[in-house]
């Protein structure tokens, strides 16, 4: 099956939805599906972009086809990667499906073209963009692919009806996550982040941005509360990550900043507990966009894949994902006594803290790959031919 995948990326960069976009095509790809991608690259030579991407993510996008521009300019990118899609599809053979996270090329294609398209959305759009919205979700021959039901309710809230055909399906890890035995994590993390040394009771980790929203201020309460544990956070821009250290006065909380998808792979394993602090409303860094009532973070499947515990702030919309006590501890999201309480558990618990890390790789490995993910869209696919 030919897919062409029309995105809103920026190649390779540190936006949530270059991972997506990524994984998931690498993810076709390795189900069998001929990829031709279109994104605007982050280097001037088109030739480097598949070593870029490979250093960034891990992957390997060389089966695939890769159409792409750059410009020193940020304005218009979703704009001129759907130009760019548009010219080159109309010059050659339509190809099976289009699976678009564009508006502008999803408008195009399925609106006033009236193609097939898969379109997937992962927030409400205002202005004239929620009109285009509303036109694409409303036709019968394009499928909306949403991250989560809430997502799906939150839409047809905005437009007052609801997408003609739905398909929900949650973000997901890549596949082959191998938890690490617990004996050996502490070598494991050292060897990624030789500062975590010290005789520590137990170790947490936090991946991801340090915006409004996602809960540092959380974990700053639970290291000055538990002095004798170690708390990592990866992630986060340059300026976050200085303000924050600037800031910092506890020994035990260590502001690393960005490293490798890899090299958070193996720090993600190698920890005792893992941090998912977020609050009512979550910055995606954008103005304006609040995610919190209906996303599906991708850090929460690899958590998941990790098999280390996880506690994680109670929210609606995680708990289509999540069950307490289960494959997670849930808590009040800005209740740091709570937080203090559910480390204790499950670092004086060895039994509950094994289970919930089990649970939850069970889970991954059952429901949210990117490779299941994948199989499910070539099936919505064939659905549209």
């Known amino acids: 099956m030919k897919f062409t995948y029309i995105s809103p990326s920026v190649l390779p960069s540190r936006a949530a939805n270059s991972v997506h976009v990524v994984m998931q095509c690498d993810a076709l790809i390795r189900a069998g599906a001929e990829v031709t991608l279109y994104a605007k690259r982050t280097i001037p030579e088109h030739d480097k972009l598949l070593p870029a991407i490979f250093a960034a993510y891990g992957v390997d996008l060389s089966k695939g ?144 941005h340090l915006y409004a929203g996602r809960g540092v201020e959380i974990i700053e309460s639970m290291a000055r509360a538990r002095p004798d544990v170690l708390f990592l956070l990866f992630g986060g821009n340059e300026a976050d990550v200085q303000t924050r250290k600037q800031r910092n006065n506890c020994v035990n909380l260590h502001y690393v900043g960005h490293v490798s998808h890899q090299v958070a792979q193996q720090a993600m394993k190698s920890v005792d507990v893992l941090l998912m602090p977020y609050q009512e409303s979550v910055s995606i860094g954008v103005s304006g966009h609040d995610t919190a009532r209906w996303m599906s973070p991708m850090k929460m499947f690899e958590y998941m894949g990790a098999g280390v515990p996880i506690i994680s702030s109670d929210l609606p919309v995680l708990r289509e994902v999540l069950s307490d006590g289960e494959n997670a501890l849930l808590v009040p999201p800005s209740n740091s006594e709570s937080w203090i309480l559910a480390l204790d558990r499950l670092l004086n ?12 790789h069970n889970d991954y490995k059952a429901k949210y790959t990117w490779k299941k993910r994948a199989h499910c869209l070539i099936e919505a696919a064939k659905e549209l031919k």
């Open 65 to 208: 086809r890769l159409v792409s521009y750059w410009s020193r300019s940020s304005r218009g990118i979703n704009i001129r990667i759907a130009a760019i899609a548009l010219w080159d599809l109309f010059r050659k053979p339509w190809p099976d499906v289009i699976l678009s996270r564009n508006l502008y090329a999803s408008y195009v294609i399925g609106v006033i073209f009236r193609h097939p398209v898969l379109f997937e959305t992962h927030q409400l759009e205002i202005g004239i963009r929620k009109f285009m919205q509303r036109a694409i979700m409303t036709r019968q021959r394009i499928i909306t692919v949403v991250i989560s039901s809430k997502l799906e309710e939150y839409l047809t809230q905005h437009h007052s009806l609801a997408p003609a055909r739905t398909l929900v399906l949650h973000d997901a890890a890549p596949e082959g996550i191998k938890p690490l035995p617990k004996k050996k994590h502490f070598d494991a993390l050292t060897q990624v982040y030789p500062q975590a040394e010290g005789d520590w009771k137990g170790v947490c980790g936090y991946f991801g």
């Open 349 to 360: 618990d060895e039994e509950l803290s094994n289970a919930i890390g089990v649970c939850a």
